[in-house]
Nanobody, 119 residues
Framework: QVQLEESGGGLVQAGGSLRLSCAASGRTVSVYLMGWFRQAPGKERELVARIIWSGGSTYYVDPVKGRFTISRDNAKNTVYLQMNSLKTEDTAVYYC????????????WGQGTQVTVSS
């Protein structure tokens, strides 16, 4: 199994920036995808961005394109989410998740980190 631990959340004003980190440990060799998800109060959890662990190919949902950047440091087994030009609607608990080769869904999740964007 892989264990995930997020950090870097906090309170920021609209227009500001934050960088989230997700440190992975355990069986990282089997990881195919790493994703960042978020869940706002009263809403379902949604994918924000994902990256192929070995190749680095990325995907973003439309609301964050051009503002968020997902990256990874394989040597440190860490995935990052750089969030710029933050908006109040970005307020949510952010989770990182891992999907193994051969799996059809993300089966490993961190505990989440709160991001609050004030107006």
């Amino acid at each position: 199994q892989v264990q995930l631990e997020e950090s870097g959340g906090g309170l920021v004003q609209a227009g500001g920036s934050l960088r989230l980190s997700c440190a992975a440990s355990g069986r990282t060799v089997s990881v195919y995808l790493m994703g960042w998800f978020r869940q706002a109060p009263g809403k379902e959890r949604e994918l924000v961005a994902r990256i192929i662990w070995s190749g680095g190919s990325t995907y973003y949902v439309d609301p964050v394109k051009g503002r968020f950047t997902i990256s990874r440091d394989n040597a440190k087994n860490t995935v990052y989410l750089q969030m710029n030009s933050l908006k109040t609607e970005d307020t949510a608990v952010y989770y990182c998740a891992a999907r193994y080769y051969g799996d059809t869904q993300y089966n490993y999740w961190g505990q989440g980190t709160q991001v609050t964007v004030s107006s």
